[in-house]
Every structure is written in C-alpha cells, then in structure tokens.
T-cell receptor
C-alpha cells in the first residue's frame, strides 16, 4: 500500500530533551516536506527536501533540523524542544517539486507536547 | 494579511443542504489551486483540484476567479460523512520549486 508513515504518533516530552520524529514513504517520491499545524494558522512548512541530500528551510525552520540521506526517509529533529513547539506535525511527499499538479500525500501526523 | 484566507466556520447544516465555502488568496502569481479535506485529528487529503474553467466531481463543484483571487467550493446534497474541515490550498512557484500555501480551514458539521 502506498503510504507515508510517521513515528511516534503521540509524544509528550520535557523542555530540552532531544527528539526525532521519523517519516518514511514507499512511493519513490522525490519531494518531502514537514509541516506543523496550529489552531487558526493552517499548515506551515518547516523544512522541505527536493531529493536526497537536498534540503532547505520553509517558513518556520527555527528550532528544527532535518536530513535526507535516503530517498524514502526524512526525519525531523528537535535538538532542544521548547513549549512553543507543541503542535501537530505532518510529513508529506509528492512525486516531484517541479510540477504543481502532483498531489501531496500526508502522513498520519505526530502530536507533540513539550512541557 | 494571511496569504490564504478562509472563513473558519463552523458551518452547521442539515443533511441534504447545499453549502458553499469561499477562499481568497493574496499572491497573484499563484499558479494552481486545490481543496483538501481534513477529518478531525487526521491528515489532509486531496479533495479536488480547481481549474480556471470550474470543475465538478459528483456533488462537489469548485470555481476559480483569478481576477478577484477567489476560490469557492460548493457541496450539494450534504451527507453526514461530509463533516470535516476543508482546506483551501494555493500553489506558488517560489525559488524554483512549487510551494503549497494552506488556509486555516473551514469546518463543516452536517447534522441529521
């Protein structure tokens, strides 16, 4: 089944404790992206990757890191989480970043709470 | 001003009703347009693309007015299963790649 998976789905952590949210897709998509969703703000892009070893900042990259060592995986790293990073996070992928007609497929989401 | 603006709702309608959602976008360079559906605490899923000539998919009709920078979604004969949040999404070519800009969503609740 074609899908985007994320782990963990739910996480409660404390300020400053490093964490990684994994994202994996099995559709051989070039383009992957991380978003956060907060009430009243819609989805905002954190980082994106156009292909292996090619990543760039989105609109809200502060406090986050990413890597793209393999095509299928795009982990999101919070080196020192803070309470303002409490949010619902979605990973997404699409076939290519060059054609706007390609649908973005989203993972099931990770609900993160930082206390 | 937000790049994509939607009425947050909620729109509470009875089954069988017709309901319309509107969306405006600020960047005239926007290239393509979509409606995504998001169920409570779930991931967004593509509902339909929006074409300049308007397009229909079953009970759903999408319209685009580039001059007014306005997009609409019409749902006819509402079903209970249509209850969800509808996200207006605009694609912008930025820095050589296609970037999706999401509205905050309009919530629809269909009741018996």
């Amino acid at each position: 089944e074609a899908q985007v998976t994320q782990n963990p789905r739910y996480l409660i952590t404390v300020t400053g404790k490093k964490l990684t949210v994994t994202c994996s897709q099995n559709m051989n998509h070039e383009y992957m992206s991380w978003y956060r969703q907060d009430p009243g703000l819609g989805l905002r892009q954190i980082y994106y990757s156009m292909n292996v070893e090619v990543t760039d900042k989105g609109d809200v990259p502060e406090g986050y890191k990413v890597s793209r060592k393999e095509k299928r995986n795009f982990p999101l790293i919070l080196e020192s989480p803070s309470p303002n990073q409490t949010s619902l996070y979605f990973c997404a992928s699409s076939l290519t970043f060059l054609d706007s007609s390609y649908e973005q497929y989203f993972g099931p989401g990770t609900r993160l709470t930082v206390t | 001003r937000k790049e994509v603006e939607q009425d947050p709702g909620p729109f509470n309608v009875p089954e069988g009703a017709t309901v319309a959602f509107n969306c405006t976008y600020s960047n005239s360079a926007s290239q393509s347009f979509f409606w995504y559906r998001q169920d409570c605490r779930k991931e967004p899923k593509l509902l339909m693309s929006v074409y300049s000539s308007g397009n229909e998919d079953g009970r759903f009709t999408a319209q685009l007015n580039r001059a007014s920078q306005y997009i609409s979604l019409l749902i006819r004969d509402s079903k209970l299963s249509d209850s969800a949040t509808y996200l207006c999404v605009v694609n912008l070519l930025s820095g050589g790649y296609n970037k999706l800009i999401f509205g905050a969503g309009t919530r629809l609740a269909v009741h018996p």
